[in-house]
C-alpha cells in the first residue's frame, strides 16, 4: 500500500482522539434551517450528551461577544457586509468551553492539551525547515497535505451565497456546500480579503480582515492552527506539524520549487508546476473574484484551472525577483513596537508592518515598498501573489509558518503582551478583542498574542542576532549624530564664509553635495 492509501485507511478504521478545535466556516451540525433561523450554534456534546456539554460540565451555549469599540476609518459603511460584528449575522449563541476543552461542542481540547479531561499539557509539535527534514518525513508531509486537497472537511462546510440568499424562498435547508480540507483553508482566506458585495457590478473594496493591519500575524496563525490540526486528525498523528519555507535566502532561485518538494517549473511552460509533482494537478479555487463581485456570488469550491508560479520572473517589477535576505529578518526584528497609529499598511515604525512587507525592513515606511512576506508572494509571481487565491499555492503553508517563526521570535525577545496589541482604531477586523473572521467558534488576537508554546507548537530555528554595530544602543547612536551634526555646521560655516570672502563660486557646486547626501535606494 502506498503512503496515501496507508493515510486513507488509518483515517477510515481508526478512532480518533483529535478533534478540531475551532475553524471556519460553520460546523456541518449547525448548517440548518433550524439553526439559522433560531441564530444559535450549540451542538449535543458528540451529538449524544448535552448541548455544549454542559451537563458533563465541558462547556455551555452563550451569547456571543461582540466587539464594539471603534474601528478606522478604512471602512465606512454601516450595516451592508456580514462580516461586520462577527458572526452575528448568522449566530448570536454558540458553546463556551470550560477550562481547557475546545471545539464548536466542547469535545476535544484546546490547542496544547490533551487527555479525557484535557488536563494534560500536551508537548508542543515542533514545525521545523522543510528544507532540513529527512526525506521520509518530508514524504509523510507532502502525502498529507496532497490527500487534504481531495479529502471533504469531516465538520465544516461553508456558504455559497450572500448572506441574504443564504436561505432562498421555501428552502428546507440553507445554501452550504461541502467541501475538501484544504479547500477549506483556501476559501477562508478568501472570504477574509473578499469585497463588500453591494449588488451587480459593484463592490466595495477597501476592507480587508486578515491583511493591512494588526490582525495580520494572528489572524494567519489562527488559519496555520486551523489546517495542522486537520491535518493532525487526517493522519491520525497528534505529533503531526506544518514545516517552514525560510525564504530569507535572498537570490533569484526558490529552493524548494522542485518537483519533490513543491513543484518545479514545467519545461514547456515556466508558469505551470512540472509535471512530475504531486501538485501538478491540483486545481485552484476561488480565483474569480470579479465574477464573484458581479453575480454577489461567494466561492463555491468551482474548480477554476492548475496553479500558475514563476519564481522570479516578473520581468516588468525587477524588485520582485529576488527573495529577501537574512539581513532583513534581522533588522525586522529589531523594531521595538508591535503596531503604530493609524495600524495600517502606512503605519510607521510598525514590526507587523515591516514583516507584513508594507515598510523598510527597519520599519521605516516608504510608498511602494515591498519586502518580506509581501516580497516572497510576489517573488512567486503567479497565484501565489494574488491575494484572495494565493493560499491555493501549497507553498502558501509553507511561506506563512516561516512568517509565523519570525513573529512568535520577536514576542519572545520583547516580552510582548496583549497591552502591545490595540484595541481600538484599528482597521475593521483589527482590534484586539474583534473576533477574527471567519472563525468559528469565535475566536480573537487576544488568544493568538501569546508564545505558540502555550497554542500548542514551537519551532525549530535559531534566528540570527543584530551585529555589535546594529546592537549599539539609540544613546550612542544620537551622540555620534549631534557630533556630526555639530561638526558638518562648522565645515558648512567655514564653506560659506570662504565663498564669500574669496569669490562668487557657483551655487550648483554646493547643490550637489547637498544631493549626495540625500540619495534613497528604493524599489
Known sequence: MNSTGRFIAMAIVTVLALVPYVYAQFPRVCATLEA?????????????????????????????????????????????????????????????????????????????????????????????????????????????????????????????????????????????????????????????????????????????????????????????????????????????????????????????????????????????????????????????????????????????????RNPGGNIDRPAVQTLPATEDVINCLQVDEYDTFPYFSDSDNSFRNALEGYSETDGEFEIGVRTLHNLAHLFLNGTGGMTHASANDPIFVLLHTFTDAIFDEWMKRSNATVADFPEENAPIGHNLDFNMVPFFPPVTSRNMFVPSEQLGYSYAVQFPEASTAEQTSPFTWAMVGISAFVALNVVVGLLVWSIRYRSRKRYEDLSLVQDNNGIHYRA
Open 36 to 308: 439559522i433561523e433560531a441564530h444559535q450554534c450549540c451542538p449535543f456534546l458528540s451529538g449524544n450528551g448535552s448541548r455544549c456539554g454542559e451537563e458533563e460540565g465541558r462547556g455551555s451555549c452563550v451569547d456571543i461577544r461582540i466587539d464594539d469599540l471603534p474601528h478606522g476609518q478604512q471602512y465606512v459603511l454601516v450595516g451592508i457586509d456580514d462580516r461586520e460584528r462577527w458572526p452575528e449575522r448568522f449566530f448570536n449563541r454558540s458553546c463556551v468551553c470550560n477550562n481547557n476543552y475546545g471545539g464548536f461542542d466542547c469535545s476535544g481540547c484546546k490547542p496544547g492539551w490533551q487527555g479525557e479531561n484535557c488536563s494534560q499539557q500536551r508537548p508542543p509539535v515542533i514545525r521545523q525547515n522543510i528544507m532540513n527534514m529527512t526525506q521520509e518525513e518530508r514524504e509523510i508531509f507532502l502525502d498529507v497535505l496532497d490527500l487534504s486537497k481531495s479529502t471533504p472537511h469531516p465538520d465544516y462546510v461553508v456558504a455559497q451565497d450572500h448572506y441574504r440568499n443564504l436561505v432562498a424562498e421555501n428552502a428546507t435547508e440553507p445554501n452550504f456546500i461541502n467541501i475538501t480540507i484544504y479547500d477549506l483553508f483556501v476559501w477562508v482566506h478568501y472570504y477574509s480579503v473578499r469585497d463588500t458585495l453591494l449588488g451587480p457590478g459593484q463592490a466595495y473594496t477597501a476592507i480587508d480582515f486578515s491583511h493591512e493591519g494588526p490582525a495580520f500575524l494572528t489572524w494567519h496563525r489562527m488559519h496555520l492552527i486551523g489546517l495542522e490540526n486537520d491535518l493532525q486528525v487526517l493522519s491520525n498523528d497528534p505529533a503531526f506539524a506544518l514545516p517552514y519555507w525560510d525564504f530569507a535566502i535572498g537570490g533569484s532561485e526558490c529552493d524548494v520549487c522542485t518537483d519533490d518538494i513543491l513543484g518545479g517549473q514545467n519545461p514547456n511552460d515556466p508558469t505551470l508546476l512540472g509535471p512530475n509533482s504531486r501538485f501538478a494537478d491540483w486545481e485552484v479555487v476561488c480565483l474569480s473574484l470579479d465574477w464573484f463581485n458581479d453575480n454577489i456570488k461567494l466561492c463555491n469550491g468551482t474548480f477554476e484551472g492548475p496553479i500558475r
